[in-house]
């Protein structure tokens, strides 16, 4: 069931993402546009997760998850900086 939930997340949140930052530029919505790059990390989460899943069933690449973990966390705090300072999200 996990992987089902993981599996929509991967097809529904970047679509969604992106339609959040284009109905946030047309309504001059920093906040909506925000919202839609938190639904492309949601996105970008579960595509690690499933990447983590299959390399360990594969490869048995236990570290990989983590790994691509921590890239996502390095984006996520950039664009959290980049609100911090004001600046305009995507």
Known sequence: MG???T???LLIMPALGVAKQRLGARLDSGATAGEGTQN???AATAAAVLIGLAGNAVFAAWWLDPV???IIAAVAVKEGREAWKGEDCC
């Open 3 to 5: 992987i089902v939930l």
């Open 7 to 9: 599996a929509a997340s």
């Open 40 to 42: 492309l990390l949601c």
């Open 68 to 70: 691509i973990g921590l």
